[in-house]
């Protein structure tokens, strides 16, 4: 079996054609900020299961068999990936699986039916956990992508540490921000009510 160290990273300069005809027959409704998604998670796997079948950057969809994925969730949880994206990754792989048997006639079965995602089988949590490069990366191109509303949540949540609480239930009369300071009284739902001090980062991304 492949060990964890086998999962590289997408390499941003090669495109798999496989996935780029995945990508004009099916994922052309979406945003810029889903497909790209979809392609680092099916670039990455792709990849591992080339590699796997000791045919690096060879990629085939034979290849792909319900023990290859399981094996790769595996792979994704003892590297600390959480089970919410190890569920995207399997959903991911399922609608390229469906795609190779209904329109290239290339698979008999999804390898994904059947495929529970089980902790601790599969994917365990860990913590504490840290975002992968990848997923920072994909991360900060959809806080890019925002308006400046979803840039000032973003920043309340990391520059200033809010709990989903405490921004769901801010008020206009508890939010104090000029362009040179500012300041929040946070009670959220079960919080302990105090006032916050905010970075130039917070207030800058608030204030606008």
Request: aromatic share 8%.
């Amino acid at each position: 079996m492949a060990s964890s160290s086998n999962i590289v990273p997408f390499p941003s300069s090669e495109t798999n054609p496989w996935i780029e005809e995945y990508q004009q027959a099916c994922l052309t409704a979406h945003d810029a900020g889903t497909i790209r998604v979809y392609q680092h998670i099916l670039q990455q796997f792709t990849q591992w299961v080339g590699k796997r079948a000791g045919k690096a950057n060879q990629f085939e969809p034979s290849q792909i068999t319900t023990p290859v994925v399981e094996q790769y969730l595996k792979d994704l949880a003892s590297q600390a990936y959480s089970p919410s994206h190890c569920k995207r990754v399997r959903s991911v792989i399922a609608q390229f699986c469906q795609w190779l048997i209904e329109d290239k006639a290339l698979l008999r079965r999804n390898p994904t039916r059947g495929l529970v995602l089980d902790p601790p089988t599969l994917c365990t949590p860990s913590v504490p956990r840290m975002l992968t490069p990848m997923q920072r990366s994909v991360f900060l191109d959809l806080v890019k992508q925002e308006d400046r509303r979803g840039k000032a949540l973003f920043a309340l949540g990391y520059w200033a540490g809010c709990r989903v609480t405490d921004i769901v239930d801010l008020q206009m009369v508890d939010t104090h921000v000029g362009p040179r300071s500012g300041w929040l009284h946070l009670a959220g739902e079960g919080a302990k009510a105090r006032d916050i001090d905010l970075t130039n980062e917070a207030r800058s991304f608030l204030y606008d």
